[in-house]
């Protein structure tokens, strides 16, 4: 495939295009040319938009798509085209499938099936069996299959000593340990935020405590064996303030914050939506305008949307048994947009290929081209039309965006929003 891109401006402060309006041109994957007014040759197809921006590709830290097990949520084919659309070109995979991604065979399927796509997938290992928290999973197994980090998506390790364990054994082969952090002891059975909106509403609340106490043991435990730990989805602003701490003494600590616990607020909960039914739950202004101080300073490492697809069997219910999650690759953007600069964005969107230690794509004459494509002027409201996901449980219908995504190119494909 050949392409040309006109007068697009470079969101790239690693190449020497950044801020600048060029002409690139793209030619069997490679960023064959680029500067201004360039010629155009017949068998070029033209890309033009106004308002075109372009920077290195994005990456999705946390993509829940259900296959194998749960097609009816999400196939690996549409998602990872849901991804391309909305910007992404590529994606950590989750591994709460059925079966559970936990062994070699079952990281090789989830590659195989993506093979042959414009979005790239990552899966991302159990750590333990199951996801049952009671014995490591085989982690360097799955590693030389593919995997590039080891967590249990939405389960807490209670045991400490195993999580000990697990840091120290993915040292000798350079390997990523994720913890998603919530004491079920202290959580109970809530099912959002603890604070004045739940008192109001009457549902059980979970305090910001039940996450904190666990990021401060699992940071106490980093710094005890060493190795390299990943805090996903954190969502309250002492969270942030205890990684900002570790960090500062050395530790190899990474986090990422959802774009939904930037963007919205328990104050959403007033009419009982299930779609604001997630994991962590949205928390207070106070935690949110923190999150969003910790994304500035780079306290905060990632921005993800945490998709994660449910059937409209396990949202259309009461509240209390309701499933947690939101779809979230399609709204990523245009919601981040409206709260943050557009190259702290871009800067989050693209760190996960280093935090996973991916290679990036320099945006650089003769270099391959994995790029995306966006504006950021106009203003629109997100609406069931925008939806491309087989589920529909989105935490930001009717939420005002702005910019839109136009597309990615990525292995040789071109792929238009």
Not at 94 to 115: H, M
């Amino acid at each position: 495939m050949k392409i040309i891109i006109r007068e697009a401006k470079i969101i790239d402060p690693k190449s020497s295009f950044h801020h600048q309006i060029v002409d690139v041109k793209i030619k069997d994957g490679i960023l064959e040319k680029i500067g201004k007014n360039l010629a155009k040759d017949s068998d070029y197809e033209e890309i033009t938009h106004s308002d075109l921006h372009l920077s290195q590709g994005w990456m999705d830290s946390s993509v829940s798509l259900g296959e194998p097990g749960f097609e009816d949520r999400e196939t690996i084919a549409n998602g990872l085209l849901v991804a391309a659309k909305s910007g992404f070109t590529a994606i950590a995979l989750q591994p709460n499938s059925f079966p559970v991604l936990d062994n070699q065979s079952q990281i090789q399927f989830v590659k195989q099936k993506a093979a042959t796509t414009a979005t790239d997938l990552f899966p991302i290992g159990a750590l333990t069996k199951n996801r049952e928290g009671t014995d490591l999973a085989e982690l360097f197994d799955m590693k030389n299959a593919g995997a590039i980090a080891f967590g249990d998506y939405g389960k807490s390790l209670s045991n400490a000593n195993l999580l000990k364990i697990g840091l120290q054994y993915v040292q000798d082969f350079d390997g990523l340990v994720i913890t998603f952090c919530q004491d079920e002891k202290i959580k109970g059975s809530g099912v959002v935020n603890e604070g004045m909106v739940s008192t109001r509403l009457g549902l059980k609340g979970i305090p910001n405590l039940a996450e904190e106490v666990i990021v401060a043991r699992n940071l106490f435990l980093l710094e005890y064996t060493g190795g390299k730990l990943h805090i996903p989805t954190i969502s309250t602003a002492k969270s942030v303030e205890l990684i900002r701490e570790a960090k500062a003494k050395g530790l190899q600590v990474t986090c990422s914050v959802a774009v939904h616990n930037l963007v919205l607020t328990d104050e959403k909960l007033d009419g009982f939506d299930t779609r604001y039914k997630v994991a962590p739950p949205l928390r207070t202004e106070k935690d949110r305008v923190a999150l969003l101080a910790g994304v500035t300073d780079n306290t905060i490492d990632m921005i993800t949307s945490d998709h994660n697809p449910m059937d409209i069997e396990h949202k259309k219910m009461e509240f209390d048994g309701a499933k947690n999650g939101t779809i979230g690759l399609e709204s990523a953007f245009g919601a981040l947009l409206t709260v943050l600069p557009l190259e702290t964005i871009v800067a989050k969107l693209t760190n996960a290929k280093s935090v996973f230690k991916l290679e990036n794509s320099e945006i650089a004459e003769g270099k391959a081209a994995n790029i995306t494509l966006f504006t950021t002027e106009n203003e629109w409201v997100f609406s069931k039309e925008n939806i491309l996901s087989k589920s529909k449980n989105s935490a930001f219908l009717g939420t005002k965006m702005k910019g839109k995504v136009v597309g990615i190119y990525n292995n040789k494909k071109l792929i238009l929003s």
